[in-house]
């Protein structure tokens, strides 16, 4: 069967699509949680079991302590607190934990070891999993239970002074806070002074239940200089000072009121030996829990070793101790050592409050985890390795095909042979398609492994089998074509390949290298920066086309013959190329298709000179307009305001739709007429103005400079570069992609979910209505990439006359796109155990996903049009 | 003839190299505390100094292009005054050319430039030396089979890998190693040496080994 590359390229894009998708489906595997989060509160305790109780509790137990202290000190490891450190800088600490009424613990981290997720865990006793990110989309407040809202609820007083971070994620829990940021790592005073300075004020006062203080500086001393510097020294001592007075503040106090009160000394995560930390070293993992207060009282002579126990045991502990339900999603299990010393009907009653909410969580759990278990903890990927390999085949086999066609569908006529059925009934695909089947079979069949197929019913995974093994197939038959034809070529070539240009080999070294830089993952987070030194390098590349073309052919001296004539000759034959189609063209088409530099004169040619230094001009202003990313965040641009009108809204929404339905209109017309092509080029036209108008509504008004600006290159771009300096289809669609792509950037988007804005999703809406807010958010998302991509298609489709060019642009853009993908997905697969997969990996996995389903929809209208081309 | 030429000029490469590395060493006995991270800006002007000086003075010894009939002195000091001006030309050129990469541009102005100043060191200053202040013969060389003799063949080697040097030499910036020479524009001034230095040893020997096939129309 022949068909157009650009018919078989968006089949191909589709296909990758369905696995892209199945590869999601099984890479974020579902939480672990309690789904009865909003009635928790209404519903009353766990009851007694009422076997031989003469008491009747439904109530909650009574708090323990009246007032908690929890200091948190950032980067605290075990050994800083109970190794020789400990001994030598904190001397109080040591006697406390030695003999003082406490119970130290080495209390174990899970990964990632940075400080927002542990405060998580340390405050919901859950552990945070990627499809949080998604499901508190936008929004840094924790949502899920935890014990301050528990806390808040109970008409707890809790007051907070330390790391911005706990502001963030409980903006209206406490009555008092200062946050500090954790920005300059390189001081180590002022933040922690920045705490202690309340805390004389606060501990007189006393009109508190909860008292919260985060110490980063321990952290940053770890960052600068290492645990092993004599600063640490330094900071111990201090922090143990400061213990000290929070202890004997509160001993003095409870001489008073005679209820226990506790302290709670802790660290969030450890310190590697380098200093840093976030990777899965003991030394990050371990870290010091203390806790004291004067209700453990302890005999002389009774030695307390640190146990080693979990970090997310705190939150069940505090809140026993505070005298409030257990956070629904907690993993954690009781500390016991706490309530050893209360009546053994009241340690009883704790163990059962305890293990009631974790039955509870295990039974929600329970049906979609039957074979996988709710170890706690053990990582994202329980069942999420196995999709990863069986699914990941599906892109890179989708690539392999597309680049192994590449000849042939780049070629002149931009048909290729596909051939559909002899795969289809060739042995290999049989033997495969027995293989796979063979397999899951036996994995589905075996107790202790789970397969992701097993999840989906019989016909599903039968039919991914199925494309699977055709897929191979089609590849090993693609691969022999080439090869053989290879062989024949080699014989007979007597003509010499096409040299390449620099211009080509920038576009192909920057793809790789940027395919290549996703295997990082700061070069994830600042995405950005690649597309915008790419496509600057991009603008100076063309500008030294320009300038050789421009000056070197207005003198040529003798010397610069050869290279004048080459020139020469490759323009005559471009023209012939090009008047040979050039007569469907109108009369004004032709004439301006022969413009070249030769003829260009006066302030035309001053335009071309120019024109690369005003797009660079543009994208730098662009790039300051919205900073995305991570490292270079912080600094200004300019202000997010909002206000937008909702009758307006729905006017522009009118208008847009009568442009896209007349535009629509125009083009169906010229299919089924098939007589004019100028009203398919209007309609086009009319499309893209459509879709300009609308981005121009959605953008956040601060961002309107970002499509003036991207109208403006692109109306540059074409006058003055791509039409004189005449570069194939192939080479305008790859960077269009590339523009398109640091368009996406230059909205501010980044590579975190965070950047997504939802608002645009509202515009003209008074309610939240699925599915034209998912269409206008994906749609303002990915303007720039869609704009751009449809730009090309009303450019090439208005500017060149040969047939092919369309499906030349639509083959060239879905392989540009599938090529990320599909490494990113080996990638990926490969890098699933690396620390920042689900900070910095999965959220660019998404946005991979979702591109790759735009670039499937810009196919198919490629696809669309080009038909419609073939036809007339 | 010719592989005298290249003799000469892999000596001329050499002395080049052996400057750099004298503005590494050299200093560091006369100033307390150089070192290239610390005192990054100071070496940048000592290297920028050194390396200006032993171009000017290969360029007056060994005259690779002995045709300039005119010899008046006044012709000869406009040359030098149009070359200075190019010189500080090309600075400010690369200065635009690196806040439109995305430079800071207020900030940092004085990093900024000195690295605009050394890339022109190891860019510009070879080219006004060998082909003078004539930008015509500058795009002739940069463009494809434009070279007329091995010098300005190296030229363009040189010049091209200093160029890539520092376009690589942004890469590590984005990375959150935290390393001390990862800091705006170290990594960059360092890459543009590196492909400086790469660039002063292959030319030679590319040279040598398409000798055979490099034929010069000499004009």
Aim: contains cysteine; hydrophobic residues 45%; charged residues 15%.
């Amino acid at each position: 069967m022949r068909l157009g590359s650009g018919a078989f390229a968006a089949c191909c894009v589709v296909i990758e699509v369905l696995g892209v998708a199945l590869f999601l489906r099984g890479f974020f595997p579902a939480p672990v949680r309690s789904s009865s989060r909003a009635e928790q509160r209404a519903e009353p305790a766990a009851p007694e079991p009422s076997a031989g109780a003469s008491s009747n509790w439904t109530k909650l137990p009574p708090p323990l302590f009246k007032k908690v202290v929890i200091m948190l000190i950032d980067g605290l490891r075990d050994d800083f607190v109970f190794g020789s450190k400990g001994v030598k800088f904190m001397p109080y600490t040591t006697y406390l934990v030695e003999k003082g009424a406490s119970h130290s613990f080495v209390a174990e981290a899970k990964l990632p070891t940075v400080t927002m997720p542990r405060i998580k865990a340390l405050m919901t006793g859950s552990l945070p999993g990627f499809i949080d990110v998604v499901r508190n989309l936008n929004s840094p407040e924790l949502l899920e239970d935890n014990v301050i809202t528990q806390a808040k609820a109970a008409g707890k007083r809790i007051i907070f002074y330390g790391d911005e971070t706990w502001v963030k994620l409980f903006p209206k829990h406490f009555v008092e806070y200062d946050g500090t940021t954790s920005f300059f790592v390189s001081d180590y005073t002022e933040v922690d002074d920045n705490v202690t300075r309340h805390l004389d004020k606060v501990l007189k006062r006393g009109d508190w239940d909860v008292l919260i203080l985060h110490y980063l500086g321990l952290d940053h001393i770890g960052h600068v200089s290492g645990p092993s510097s004599p600063l640490i020294g330094h900071k111990l001592r201090e922090m143990d000072s400061i213990l000290m007075k929070i202890h004997t503040s509160l001993l003095s106090e409870e001489r008073e009121t005679l209820v226990p009160n506790l302290l709670v000394l802790c660290g969030d995560h450890g310190m590697s030996e380098t200093g840093g930390h976030g990777a899965s070293s003991m030394e990050e993992l371990n870290t010091a829990l203390i806790l004291i207060s004067s209700a453990f009282e302890r005999k002389p002579g009774d030695i307390r070793r640190p146990k080693h126990v979990q970090q997310t045991d705190l939150a069940a502990t505090l809140a026993i101790g505070l005298g409030l339900p257990i956070p629904g999603n907690s993993v954690g299990s009781l500390l016991f050592p706490t309530v050893e010393g209360r009546p053994v009907r009241e340690q009883l009653r704790f163990l059962h409050l305890n293990a009631v909410q974790l039955s509870k969580l295990l039974q929600e759990n329970v049906p979609s985890y039957e074979k996988a278990g709710t170890r706690s903890g053990d990582g994202l990927f329980l069942n999420g390795s196995l999709p990863a390999h069986t699914a990941a085949v599906f892109p890179s086999q989708v690539l392999s095909l597309l680049l192994l066609s590449i000849p042939e569908a780049l070629s002149n006529k931009a048909e290729l042979e596909v051939p559909l059925w002899s795969p289809v009934f060739s042995l290999l695909f049989y033997l495969t398609l027995l293989v796979l089947s063979a397999l899951h079979v036996i994995v589905c069949t075996s107790a202790e492994s789970s397969c992701y197929f097993c999840g989906l019913s019989w016909l599903t995974a039968g039919g991914v089998m199925v494309l699977v093994s055709a897929l191979l197939c089609a590849v090993v038959s693609a691969l022999a074509k080439t090869f053989g034809d290879g062989k024949f070529l080699s014989k007979n070539s007597a003509h010499p390949k096409p040299r390449w240009s620099e211009l080509d080999v920038l576009i192909l070294l920057g793809t790789m290298g940027h395919v290549l830089s996703l295997g990082a993952s700061s070069f994830i987070e600042e995405e950005h920066q690649t597309w915008y030194f790419l496509i600057n390098t991009l603008c100076l590349a063309l500008c030294h086309e320009i300038y050789r073309n421009c000056l070197l052919r207005d003198d040529s001296e003798p010397q610069q013959c050869p290279h004048v004539e080459e020139e020469f000759i490759r323009t005559a034959a471009a023209l012939q190329d090009r008047s040979t189609g050039c007569d469907t063209l109108e009369p004004h088409g032709v004439s301006r298709s022969l413009t070249s530099l030769d003829t260009l004169r006066g302030y035309e040619k001053w335009m071309v000179l120019a024109s690369p230094w005003v797009i660079l001009t543009c994208c730098r202003l662009l790039r300051s307009l919205n900073q995305t990313g991570v490292q270079w965040a912080h600094r200004p641009d300019l202000g997010h305001w909002l206000t937008r009108g909702v009758i307006e809204a729905r006017f522009v929404h009118v208008f847009v739709l009568g442009i896209l339905f007349t535009g629509t209109k125009d083009l169906l017309k010229s299919q089924v007429i098939a007589t004019d092509v100028t009203i398919k080029t209007v309609g086009l036209w009319e499309i893209y103005s459509g879709l300009v108008l609308l981005a121009a509504l959605l953008f956040r008004p601060h961002n309107l400079p970002v499509l003036v600006f991207s109208l403006l290159i692109q109306t540059i771009m074409t006058k003055f570069i791509w039409k004189p300096l005449r570069h194939d289809a192939a080479e305008i669609t790859i960077m269009h992609y590339w523009f398109g792509q640091a368009f996406f950037y230059f909205q501010g988007n980044s590579n975190n979910i965070a950047t997504v804005d939802i608002s645009a999703g509202f515009v003209g809406l008074d309610t939240y209505i699925e599915v034209p807010a998912v269409f206008l958010t994906a749609f303002a998302t990915f303007a720039g990439p869609v704009l751009w991509a449809s730009h090309l298609v009303s450019f090439l489709s208005s500017e060149t006359s040969s047939g092919s060019a369309l499906s030349h642009a639509c083959f060239c853009y879905a392989l540009i796109c599938s090529f990320p993908v599909s490494a990113y997905i080996i990638l990926v697969t490969s890098l699933r155990y690396h620390l920042f997969i689900w900070s910095v990996f999965s959220p660019k996995l998404l946005y991979e996903g979702m591109h790759i389903l735009i670039t499937a929809a810009i196919c198919v209208f490629f696809t669309a049009m080009d038909q419609t081309n073939t036809k007339s | 003839m010719k592989d005298t030429d290249i003799k000469r000029l892999l000596y001329t490469h050499l002395l080049c190299i052996f400057s750099i590395i004298l503005s590494i060493c050299i200093p560091s006995f006369f100033l307390e505390n150089f070192s290239i991270l610390e005192t990054h800006l100071t070496w940048l002007c000592i290297c920028s100094v050194s390396v200006t000086a032993v171009n000017l003075v290969l360029y007056l010894i060994v005259k690779p292009n002995a045709s300039s009939k005119r010899s008046s002195i006044s012709y000869k000091v406009t040359r030098f005054l149009k070359c200075c001006i190019y010189f500080l030309m090309s600075c400010f050129f690369f200065h635009v050319i690196f806040v439109l990469y995305g430079a800071p541009l207020i900030e940092l102005v004085l990093e900024t430039f000195l690295f605009a100043v050394i890339l022109s060191t190891f860019t510009t200053v070879p080219c006004l030396c060998l082909l003078g202040p004539n930008i015509k013969a500058w795009l002739r060389v940069f463009s494809r089979n434009g070279v007329t003799s091995i010098w300005e063949n190296s030229l363009q080697i040189t010049t091209i890998s200093s160029f890539i040097g520092t376009w690589l030499g942004a890469f590590p910036i984005p990375l959150d190693w935290e390393r001390p020479w990862q800091v705006w524009p170290i990594s960059c001034t360092l890459g543009a040496t590196f492909g400086y230095v790469a660039g002063l040893v292959i030319s030679p020997l590319w040279i040598y080994w398409n000798r055979k096939q490099l034929t010069y129309k000499n004009n």
